[in-house]
């Protein structure tokens, strides 16, 4: 078939060498294998992203508008504790266990099982897991400002969540998409996050070269935050 040129020149190789051709130089292949340019290498930083969002969108706005449904936030609404404390206390569990649980167990694992190589530091892995966190932390406390039940919050989650998993180079790159959308994809957290994870972790990448999407993550959680605070509904 026309189509089909390299199939066509390695049959036609294959039978000139049956029928005694010789090469005046032979050719061999090399097999060349460089760690982080393999699929699972640029996957798993999406999933770490991917990890980080889903956990502080369910963690966060799961809980408090159960909360506030069973009308436990009145309740804290009277204590001494100033408000934004009580949402701050969300976030610093949500810290706590993305540094102690979250990336200790998927690069432990990535490491172990596939060999994954990290090149940059541990901390700026850290760092960025940190940003993530306090963005997701934000646009999490913005989903929940409102919700009064939980089937809300379920629907609000997975307004934010899915196209974001969608869009933002989870499991392929967002390249793919059109030229069209990708200032929108390029301006989404997650996005954002998966890019920082993507080239510390594959391309030892310092966080000052980092700013830009860094700033946009920061700009994503100071926005929802401050957003949430004024909106939030006690009762």
């Known amino acids: 078939r026309p189509e089909s040129p390299a199939t066509r020149t390695f049959v036609d190789d294959v039978l000139q060498r049956d029928a005694g051709r010789a090469d005046a130089r032979p050719v061999k292949d090399d097999v060349v294998s460089a760690p982080g340019t393999r699929y699972v290498d640029w996957l798993v930083p999406g999933l770490i992203g991917m990890n980080v969002m889903a956990g502080s969108m369910w963690g966060i706005t799961f809980v408090i508008v159960l909360a506030r449904q069973r009308r436990l936030l009145k309740r804290f609404a009277a204590t001494p504790m100033r408000r934004p404390e009580y949402l701050l206390s969300f ?10 649980v979250d990336l200790p167990l998927l690069l432990g694992f990535a ?24 963005a997701f932390s934000g646009l999490a406390f913005l ?3 409102r919700a009064r039940t939980s089937e809300t919050a379920v629907g609000l989650i997975n307004v934010v969540m899915v196209p974001m998993m969608g869009l933002a180079g989870i499991f392929f790159a967002s390249s793919h998409f059109p030229d069209a959308v990708q200032p929108l994809i390029r301006a989404l957290p997650l996005s954002a996050m998966n890019a920082c994870m993507r ?4 391309e030892g990448a310092s966080l000052s070269a980092l700013l830009p999407d860094l700033a946009i993550l920061g700009t994503w959680g100071s926005a929802c935050f ?8 006690w009762t």
């Open 91 to 100: 976030a610093l569990a949500r810290v706590v266990f993305v540094l102690c």
């Open 111 to 134: 490491r172990l099982t596939f060999g994954m190589p990290i090149h940059g530091s541990l901390a700026a892995v850290a760092a960025v897991a940190l940003a993530g966190t306090f």
């Open 226 to 233: 401050a957003l949430a605070v004024r909106l939030f509904r």
């Open 143 to 145: 989903c929940a400002s």
């Open 199 to 202: 080239a510390v972790i594959n």
